[in-house]
């Protein structure tokens, strides 16, 4: 099952449902909730047996990727699939199990660890839970969906318990959400920027759905967390610049050598989330992106200056990253995009540095963060370094 998605569809999608405002759109979700819930209660025994004998050999074979630690595992309810097999499974192979547990309204679910042998009691409506209050906090998440939109955005019970949970998280985690086709909504943005039900997901890559959607067959989204949020940023080239180089002087053609001086830091996204910078479609490799938008800025301005890896003039990187401060699904997505080197200019050395802070609170969707906090930083980091560039081009002797 393929799905293309396009910026900002989600508000498009709340124009064509006529959905105005927040009183609306939260009237529309308790109607998508509770319908959802009924036509998932309503699937047939065969139905369900498939669906979950499917999903169990999906889950299973997803766990097996990665090292056996804690897993958040849930107790079925209302026509939820019952994963406990599953459970059973991942602790015959090496997981510790733990159950999540209702402390008080408008705060996050606790994990507490279970074994098969523990006593259970009932907790909030009525939800078996641990009796022993061994709490842990898990690595791994199996997460129950009464809806989804193609945007991956996920629709609860409406609580916000998973939301506080997730952004409670003091470590990196994975979760695997699990839930029906027909949970599939045309459907408002449920961005969490003022609604705590929803988390922020990434959408899975094409192609990695458990099984095609046929008649309420089961779909799987993965999603990975990190203070409740977890995105693939797309960056483009930066905007290069139309304002052409001139000079009185009388310079020379000349070259520079941009070298790799990051270290063990070639990852340009850094921070409190988890975020995946792309660039044409793959991950950014922050060297090549540095090398050719410099080298496209210097063309744009008519610059005599071409990148040679054996010229004698260095420009050595040894910074160029976004660090991200988002704490939780509910603050605004803050960027503090950082970029230092060292060039080298006939024999002198000069200290380069550019810095960029940038913060914008999504509404409707997360893409609205992709220009002002990505895209527009990155830009200006690229025409900063070239700046410099030129100006010690022109200004050394």
Known sequence: MKKDIKPDQGVQKEENLGLKDWPEINDWRKEKRESLIRSRIKIGKDKRKSCLASIEKKVLARLACFTPGILGGYWPIKGEFDLRGVMQQARENGWTIALPAVVQSAHPLEFRLWTPE??????????????????????????PLVGFDEQGYRLGYGGGFYDRTLASFSAPFYAIGVGLDLASLLAPSLSSAEQIDAEEVTPMPEGEQTMESKGGAMQEY???????????????????SKTPYTSNNNVENSSVAIVDGLGDKHNISQGKVIINISHNGQSIDTMSYVKESIES?????????????????????????????????????????????????????????????????????????????????????????????????????
Do not use: H
């Open 118 to 143: 523990m006593k259970l009691v009932p907790g909030v409506w009525n939800i078996p839970v641990p009796e022993q209050r061994q709490l842990v906090e898990p690595s791994m998440l199996l997460v």
């Open 297 to 397: 800025e210097l063309k744009a301005r008519g610059v005599p200056l071409v990148l040679d890896e054996s010229s004698v003039n260095k420009l050595i990187l040894e910074k160029f990253e976004i660090f991200n401060n988002r704490v939780s699904g509910f603050s605004p997505m803050v960027t503090l995009s950082t970029a230092k080197a060292k060039l080298t200019f006939n024999g002198k050395e000069i200290n380069v540095a550019a810095f960029v802070k940038r913060a914008k609170v999504p509404v409707w969707t997360m893409n609205e963060i992709n220009e002002p906090c990505f895209n527009e930083p990155l830009q200006v980091l690229i025409k900063e370094i070239v700046a410099k560039i030129i100006w010690n081009y022109l200004t050394i002797p």
């Open 222 to 240: 993965e999603m990975q967390w990190r203070a409740a949020c977890s995105l693939t940023v797309p960056v483009t080239n930066p905007d290069y």
